[in-house]
């Protein structure tokens, strides 16, 4: 991300070393709207195009999680059975509102992560900000992932109905005028507290899982020295860990939102009692029902995110800004 042109001297040694830094990142002249509509366009197309490749990897985890009993039979058997009742058709059940709603999503998410973390910099300083790097990666992705989950909520809903009741829809646009006109706005967010509490958690792992390890293979390999395809496998590999780690954290508020969306409540029944009776339902074993089909999905998914969010940032000259690493 951007920053101001420091000043000759600080009259630190450690802190010009810091303020040098900064400006050796300092992507060209790029600051405000130009600079950051750079790092949406890239975070909208990392993930919509990796949701939407895997679709048939989250239409399979989703029938697991909605009917356990007939779908719990591992990964590969649940996917042959889907295919044997439904036709392969149905594997890219909800691919119109899954890439519709992950490219805003995306924007949001990734744009608002470097949006927020240059925000921190710029009220504690760089050296305040790179001692408390962890805390800033929290804050930062938690406050980008609650706007983001706005704009993913009523696409999610639409997606999550579509993928649990086959017929409901034949498409994005039918499927959410449906949801509109019979249930209004609520409709769409009678799961946001629980996405919410999937993505937020999700979220906060992922960047802060992503930039651990992103650190700990610079401290061993020098950066700079390294070619784009080089640096887009490290990117890769950051981002599996990344991924399995926001898998686990995630997983029960995933199931529960799985759950509230497959139906409308009953007359007079209020989200937070849905929330509290799909939990007590569950219990902690049934809440990390299709673990392993959410490991592959979303460990590949993040994996895949960040390469791609790299390369683009690097395509579209907004490759590097402000690292929080010493």
Known sequence: MSAAA??????????????????????????????????????????????GAMTPVDVVKTRIQLDPIKYNIGMIGAFRKVVASEGAGALLTGVGPTFAGYFLQ??????????FK?????????????????AIYLASS???????????CPLEATRIRMVSQ????????????????????????????????????????????????????????????????????????????????????????????????????LPGEGTTSRLFKIAKELGLRGSYTGIGARLALVGLITSGQFAIYGDLKRITGAAGGVELTK
């Open 106 to 115: 995306g924007a949001f998410k990734f744009g608002g992560y470097e949006f």
């Open 118 to 134: 240059q925000q921190f910099i710029n009220r504690l300083g760089y050296e305040t900000a790179s001692n408390n790097r962890t």
């Open 142 to 152: 938690a406050a980008a992932e609650f706007f983001a989950s706005i704009a993913l």
């Open 6 to 51: 420091p000043p000759t001297s600080t009259g630190s040694q450690k802190l010009d070393g810091l303020v040098r830094q900064a400006a050796a990142h300092t992507p060209g002249k790029r600051t405000g709207l130009d600079l950051y509509s750079r790092f949406a366009f890239a975070g909208a197309v990392c993930c919509s195009v990796t949701h």
């Open 166 to 265: 086959p017929t409901f829809a034949n498409g994005l646009l039918s499927g959410f005028r449906k949801i509109a006109s019979q249930e209004g706005l609520g409709g769409f967010y009678s799961g946001f507290g629980p996405i919410l509490f999937k993505q937020v958690p999700y979220t906060m792992a992922k960047f802060v899982v992503y930039e651990k390890t992103s650190e700990a293979i610079y401290r061993r390999v020098d950066k700079s020295k390294l070619s784009n395809g080089a640096i887009t496998g490290v990117n890769l590999a950051s981002g599996l860990v990344a991924g399995f780690a926001a898998a686990i954290v995630s997983q029960p508020a995933d199931t529960m939102l799985s759950k509230i969306n497959k139906t409308k409540g």
